[in-house]
């Protein structure tokens, strides 16, 4: 049986390295793309951790033996009329069990109840399908990211067309004269 708990600074090295072995299973070439991709598709920074351990809606999955399973990172949201949980991402472990999403999810959707929330926004990645169908939540359209400048040719995801991003003229070559 697994257990759900919100972190603490003590969990960071931890879920750092479950992050990054997230990372190395879901692209075997995560290594070799440059250093600013790998950077971008790592969730678990210090400043991040120090923020999501503050939001009241990020937890850390623990296995019978206290090992992590994996973390869901959300934060509350204000829409001008009314707040949301916005999940940032749901990291497996390699091999985690399979009732890791849908529990970190159900953290998440029920300490946005328990905060008066009542709409938890995520994107709907295959892991997390079960745990949506579980909750009884309404599939809106699809959930995307535009990367600007060169990582948008690196970053993890179905590239949907192939914009074609206009470019300044060359400065003219100098006047010889």
Known sequence: M??????TERDYEVMQALDLAAQRHADPEFDTRPDREREGRLNTSLPALKFYERSEHSFLAEDEQGVAQGFVLAQPVWQG???IVL???VTLAPGAP???????LHA???????TAV???????TPALLPAAEAEGSNVIGRYAVQHLGTRNETAPG??????QVPRPP????????
């Not at 998440?108 to 328990?114: E, N, R």
């Open 170 to 177: 060359a400065d003219p070559a100098p006047d010889p004269q």
């Open 98 to 104: 399979e009732a890791t999403a849908p529990g970190l």
């Open 158 to 163: 179905e590239q949907l067309g192939q914009r």
């Open 2 to 7: 697994q257990s759900y708990r919100s972190f």
């Open 118 to 124: 009542y709409e938890v926004h995520y994107p709907l």
């Open 87 to 89: 999940v940032r991402t």
């Open 81 to 83: 009329d009314r707040p």
């Open 108 to 114: 998440a959707v029920k300490s946005a109840y328990d």
